[in-house]
């Protein structure tokens, strides 16, 4: 495996973590003047928005409320979206809600005042620039997108998912409220979680891995696992939650620099083709992807066991094998199925995800071990 010693980081210009933080937004919002604000959030959070929506207008602050994006947005609802605020050419961009919030609240700052269209920055550090300032506060815990370079989008022509990687994406303002994800329902909170303590999971045993980010990684495995299942049984267990949107945010810190590996990349054609959410597809291949790469490096997976909360066993290929069995417990205890047919999958469907799935090379390279055509079908069969 390859330690490389280069690290590239981009941090948000500030970042809050603590609970009730809406009071601090409004404060904070009002100091930079702004004319017009653009909302970008979900309509269960609309209510508790409400006070922070007044002392805006109190200031005569213009606020835009958009609440049209629930899951997973795609080029189109992007386009449409731009279509509404480039007009009302907005002063700050706020994002509230889950990942696709975030992600679609990144994208509307950076296309305002742009020349640049969209087609011309899907990928890897083509976006030249961003003109409006950005705020993103998440309630889900979760994607990390908040301190993340990336915004993923559903391409209506091929169906697939596709990246836009930019360190124009990181906000000037982030805050992280874990009152705010109380209100996620379970099997939600199951699926973001699970992505969460994939993205920990996957940097830490990444060909990239680097020791500054496994310090983030190895803590979010820590701390996912050890309250994952709390809080899918109690909501309202505000300290499992805390943990939680703590795990998530240190998985958000490890995307830009080291970023995923196989179970992200096998996870986009369930998306695409099967319409699954990105949490529950990275769920359903965690524990498959782990038990194919645990050879490549036992040491590592066995660190991975131990911060799962595994017993120390006789040699490192044994803890790591525990680790596995331990991920298929979390899984289960928060109730997501285990098995791709369970949720609508079909077998004759497997090569053509497997064929889709080698068009992730972006997240493949980083696997701790090589992942041909041949072996995303024996993944595939072995999660089926
Ligand atoms: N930018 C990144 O770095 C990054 C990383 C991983 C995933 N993603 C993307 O993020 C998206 C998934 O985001 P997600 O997993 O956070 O889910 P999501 O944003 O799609 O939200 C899932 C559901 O939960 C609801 N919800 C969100 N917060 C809630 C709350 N507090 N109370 C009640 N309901 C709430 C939403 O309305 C939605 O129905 C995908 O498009 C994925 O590709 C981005
Ligand atoms: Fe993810």
């Not at 480039?86 to 609240?105: E, K, M, W």
């Not at 096998?266 to 992807?289: I, K």
């Not at 928060?334 to 497997?350: D, N, Q």
Request: net charge negative.
């Amino acid at each position: 495996m390859v330690h490389s010693q280069q690290l590239s980081i981009h941090f948000p210009g500030k970042l809050v973590f603590a609970n009730g933080v809406l009071p601090q937004l409004a404060t904070d919002i009002i100091a930079l003047h702004p004319t017009k604000i653009l909302l970008v959030t979900i309509e269960p959070l609309i209510e508790k928005l409400q006070v922070f929506i007044n002392q805006m207008h109190q200031e005569n602050i213009s606020v835009i409320i958009h609440t049209g994006i629930n899951q997973e947005p795609s080029f189109q609802d992007f386009i449409s979206l731009m279509e509404f605020v480039a007009p009302q050419n907005p002063d700050i961009i706020i994002g509230i809600g889950g990942g696709s919030v975030l992600d679609i609240a990144k994208l509307v700052a950076a296309q305002l005042g742009n020349e640049q269209q969209l087609k011309d920055y899907v990928g890897i550090g083509l976006l030249k620039g961003r003109a409006k300032k950005l705020v993103c506060i998440p309630t889900t815990a979760g994607t990390g997108s908040e301190v993340s370079p990336n915004a993923i989008l559903v391409d209506n022509y091929d169906n697939q998912k596709k990246g836009i990687i930019s360190p124009y994406l990181l906000p000037d303002m982030v805050y992280v409220d874990p009152t705010l994800t109380l209100s996620v329902p379970p099997a939600i909170t199951a699926a973001t979680g699970l992505d969460a303590l994939t993205h920990c999971l996957e940097a830490y045993t990444n060909k990239f891995a680097h020791p500054f980010i496994d310090m983030y990684a190895i803590e979010g495995i820590r701390l996912i696992a050890a309250n994952i299942v709390a809080a899918v049984k109690d909501g309202n267990n505000l300290e499992a939650r805390s943990n939680i949107a703590m795990g998530s945010l240190l998985g958000g810190f490890c995307l830009g620099p080291v970023n995923t590996a196989g179970v992200h990349a096998l996870s986009y054609p369930l998306g695409s083709m099967f319409h699954l959410s990105h949490g529950l597809s990275n769920a359903l291949l965690l524990p498959y992807v782990m038990q194919y790469n645990l050879q490549a490096d036992p040491q590592k997976y066995a660190q991975v066991a131990i911060a799962l909360g595994c017993e120390k066993g006789a040699t490192d290929l044994i803890t790591a094998v525990l680790g596995v069995e331990k991920v298929k417990e979390l899984i289960a205890n928060c109730g997501i199925p285990a098995r791709l047919h369970e949720l609508g999958v079909t077998k004759a469907s497997i090569p053509e995800m497997a064929a889709a799935a080698m068009k992730i090379q972006r997240l493949l390279k980083n696997n701790p071990r090589l992942i041909e055509e041949k072996d995303a079908i024996a993944i595939f069969e072995s999660a089926f």
